[in-house]
């Protein structure tokens, strides 16, 4: 099945660090732009990051920038979201999305594919 799987969510303190993997399945991802967004409870869906397909060019939201790093392993199928020093206000749903011939600009649909989500809390 043609899908992209996210994974590395998980409980962490602030000032804590994840790093979140979006994987492609059944399609080869090295085409696509890729969106990170997240989406908390009450709140409506955020664009967080994305990556053009080869790499060349980032975009961060303001809320994140300087403390996530966005990167892609083409050979591996994968994106990935380093997040460091993360906030209570980072806790959310985070999903990926891939989009062809974009090239990271400005988390507009439509997109080609979802992810399901995987959550991040951040919490003492």
């Known amino acids: 099945q043609l899908q992209l799987v996210e994974s590395g969510g998980g409980l962490v303190q602030p000032g804590g660090s994840l790093r979140l993997s979006c994987a492609a399945s059944?399609?080869?991802?090295?085409?696509?732009?890729v969106d990170w967004f997240r989406q908390a409870p009450g709140k409506g869906r955020e664009g967080v990051s994305c990556i053009s397909s080869n790499g060349d060019r980032t975009n961060y939201a303001d809320s994140v920038n300087g403390r996530f790093t966005i990167y892609r392993d083409n050979a591996k199928n994968t994106v990935y979201l380093q997040m460091n020093s993360l906030k209570p206000e980072d806790t959310a749903l985070y999903y990926c999305?891939?989009?062809?011939?974009?090239?990271?600009?400005?988390?507009?649909?439509?997109?080609?594919?979802w992810g399901q989500g995987t959550q991040v809390t951040v919490s003492s």
């Open positions: 999305a891939a989009q062809k011939y974009a090239y990271c600009s400005g988390f507009r649909a439509p997109y080609d594919f």
């Open positions: 059944g399609f080869t991802l090295d085409s696509y732009n």
